[in-house]
């Protein structure tokens, strides 16, 4: 079945709009089976205000349009990323206010800044975890006896300052 052309704003393009072709619908179904999720997250976007059905059929089931299709892909992607649900339906409905697209573009990129600092926080932390791990095995590495400390290497130990033996024997 032929498509439509689609832009990001979910318009159908010109150019599809003069074809013979009636819009392509999906039922919920294979909506949620083209993007692994349920029916029932469908219905729950659709709550939400980020998925508008465009027609019922007699029995009241929903048909989505090709703009569905593109606003779930968009979905899928700002969750991808970490925004939240809530996030996402600001950013959906800014971007309906916003037919320039420049406060749209501007939100979202201080969004994506605080996500890249967020995961620089858990980069670092992770790092910094990392190298904890590897002075333990070190240390195991270098005695016979679980409760043994490697004492007599502290002067040359690459990581004596974090020597908790060390640290407290100093004080002592």
Request: aromatic letters at 8%; proline letters at 3%; one cysteine or more.
């Amino acid at each position: 079945m032929p498509r439509r052309e689609i832009d990001v704003k979910g318009q159908v393009s010109k150019r599809s709009m003069d074809s013979d072709t009636p819009p392509v619908l999906y039922r919920i179904g294979e909506l949620a089976a083209m993007f692994g999720v349920t029916p029932r997250t469908i219905r729950y976007y659709e709550e939400l205000g980020l998925l508008e059905p465009s027609d019922r059929e007699e029995g009241a089931h929903r048909k989505y349009d090709e703009k569905n299709v593109i606003y779930l892909k968009r979905i899928q992607q700002l969750k991808d990323y970490g925004l939240a649900l809530a996030d996402i339906a600001e950013l959906f409905a800014l971007a309906r206010r916003d037919r320039s697209g420049e406060e749209i573009r501007a939100k979202l990129a201080e969004k994506y800044r605080e996500k890249r600092a967020e995961a620089e926080r858990r980069r670092d932390a992770l790092n910094a975890y990392i190298e904890d791990l590897s002075w333990h095995i070190e240390q195991l590495e270098r005695v016979t006896d679980f409760f043994q400390c490697p004492g007599a290497s502290c002067g040359t130990c690459a990581y004596a300052e974090r020597c908790d033996v060390r640290l407290l024997l100093a004080r002592g």
